[in-house]
């Protein structure tokens, strides 16, 4: 099993050149598997960590709700977002500047073929993260993210996850709120959770975060769950 893992930030770059750039390197990973049992061969797998922000976007996965998104195309113009349809499981979600957007794009023969214990243990990074700020996370039951007061009506959703898998190989991830203009989500009904709020670290900590010491937080503890050795 090949536990090494390519780091790389794109930093903020448009939705789609990003989507464009995953599905590139996840078909040249699953490439490598299918030619790996074509040819009886063993070679390593590549994996990839991959960390951004984008302009203002709405995507929508494949068991999604289009209603879910309370704006026509006038409205998003006005507001500089776009909306793409997309491969990954789940509902609406938005991403923006002051998000850290991460694709992990992963061989999971190289980790564990468990997606329930895959995002289970993306959350558990998020949540770790959280508490080395001093902010308790946890988990909201029949849901995936990352959440504050789970157990009571104060419920917040600090992180969304979403992801697609095919033959053990991972796409698209987890959107992480830092510094996050949380208005953009009052133009969609969030995941299909219509009762629930969303937060951002700025806003229960009271002032922005630095972004880029947050990522190399996060990335320790990706690394450490799933016993990554990060290459250039």
């Not at 029949?142 to 796409?171: E, P």
């Not at 987890?174 to 208005?183: C, G, P, Q, V």
């Not at 009904?189 to 709020?197: A, F, H, S």
């Not at 630095?210 to 016993?227: E, Q, S, V």
Request: aromatic share 12%; glycine share 8%.
């Amino acid at each position: 099993m090949n536990k090494k893992v390519i780091f790389e930030d794109w930093g903020l770059l448009d939705y789609q050149e990003a989507w464009n750039r995953q599905e590139d390197l996840f078909a040249q990973v699953v490439g490598q598997k299918s030619t790996n049992r074509q040819e009886g061969a063993a070679s390593p797998t590549t994996n990839y960590l991959i960390f951004t922000e984008h302009p203002h976007v709405y995507t929508l996965g494949k068991s999604g709700k289009p209603e879910n998104l309370l704006l026509d195309d006038r409205e998003l113009l006005e507001k500089q977002a776009t909306f793409y349809k997309i491969n990954r499981g789940g509902d609406i979600t938005y991403h923006g500047p002051g998000q850290i957007v991460g694709y992990p794009i992963l061989d999971l023969d190289n980790f564990f073929t468990d997606i329930h214990l895959y995002l289970r243990t993306l959350e558990e990074a998020v949540i770790r993260t959280l508490a080395d700020y001093g902010i308790e996370a946890g988990r909201y039951p029949g849901y995936t993210g990352v959440w504050l007061d789970a157990d009571n009506d104060r419920a917040r959703k600090i992180c969304a996850l979403g992801v697609r898998a095919s033959r053990w190989v991972t796409m698209h991830g987890f959107a992480f709120n830092i510094n996050t203009d949380l208005d953009y989500f009052r133009n969609i009904i969030p995941c299909n959770i219509d009762d629930k709020d969303v937060t951002s670290m700025q806003r229960e900590l009271g002032h922005p975060q630095d972004i880029d010491t947050l990522k190399n937080c996060l990335k320790g503890h990706i690394a450490d769950l799933f016993g990554m050795e990060f290459t250039d």
